[in-house]
């Protein structure tokens, strides 16, 4: 297979970008679903990055850290002034979504907010704004590293 062919190949496998309109309309509980996935890669790529020797039973406990809805719901806390008004629309629909699971380890309230999070960040990378949802994920980084300090 030619590169051109491999190329076309990709781009066939994965449809283009949603716009933003049909953001707002997707369940919320579908974008936290995607969030969630980015998130944690995300996560994990940064802790692996800066823990290169560390062992992966380490890596788990440490990325939980950053994961649990208990975090993410801190961290968005801190965010939610500087949100969007379309990001902060997203938020409100994936926490008050209703959700076929149940919190483990943590109040219905940090769960709602953390899939709130995770709902704008499914949201970002659907619409093609990968920058923006970068820059949250780091910043929801950034907050956490400083609370653990």
């Known amino acids: 297979m ?5 190329k ?3 781009k066939d496998f994965y449809p283009k970008n949603i716009s933003r309109l049909e953001g707002k309309a997707f369940n919320p509980v579908n974008l936290a679903f995607m969030g ?11 802790v692996v990055l800066n823990h290169p ?3 992966v039973s380490d890596l788990h406990r440490l990325c939980i850290r950053y994961v649990k809805a208990t975090a993410q719901s801190k961290a968005v806390g801190v965010l939610h002034e ?6 902060k629309f997203i938020f409100r629909r994936g926490r008050n979504a209703a959700t076929a699971t149940a919190p483990k380890n943590t ?5 709602k907010r953390a899939t709130g999070f995770e709902a704008v960040i499914g949201y970002l990378f659907l619409t093609g704004a990968v920058n923006r949802m970068e820059d949250l994920i780091e910043k929801a980084v950034r907050i956490l590293e400083a609370e653990k300090s």
């Open 2 to 6: 030619e590169k051109g062919q491999l």
């Open 8 to 10: 076309a190949k990709i």
């Open 36 to 46: 969630d996935a980015i998130y944690e890669s995300h996560v994990r790529r940064y």
């Open 53 to 55: 020797k560390m062992k």
């Open 82 to 87: 500087g949100l969007t008004e379309d990001e």
């Open 107 to 111: 109040s219905i309230v940090e769960y």
